[in-house]
């Protein structure tokens, strides 16, 4: 019963990351269309290159956290991948987010949340890596 209860977690785990990952990459589809086309030639230059970061990042991100959710569906137990996961979701959330909504209000305060955000993907690289490394050296 106990190691069915885990299973299970470990399969919404997966699950959780694979659902994101997808969800993210739909958002950069929508918000990089968004940028392109209705945008352009309504916000600054510089502010429009900012968006197109921001859609850039969340779309590589987003193939990382699924990138986590397929290590969990190998490795159940890779809490590192896990943690990973939770990284880049806030690293996106952050890094892109704060972007999007520089360009869209104008406020330039905001771009200092965005070093933050890297901060955060730059751990969820390193977790990954981490974690990466010790399941493939233990493969049991």
Partial sequence: MRESLSENHAMNQARLWLTLGA????????????????????????????????????????LAILVCGLFLLQRPAAGLAHAAAWAFLIGCTLFSGSLFLMTLSGARWLGAITPLGGLALLVGWGLLAVGA?????NPG
């Fill in 133 to 137: 490394w010790r399941a493939t050296a």
């Fill in 23 to 62: 969800v993210g990459g739909l958002l950069t589809v929508a918000l990089g269309a968004f940028g392109a086309h209705g945008l352009k030639g309504r916000v600054a230059p510089d502010l429009l290159a900012n968006w197109g970061t921001g859609a850039d990042y969340l779309g590589l991100h987003a």
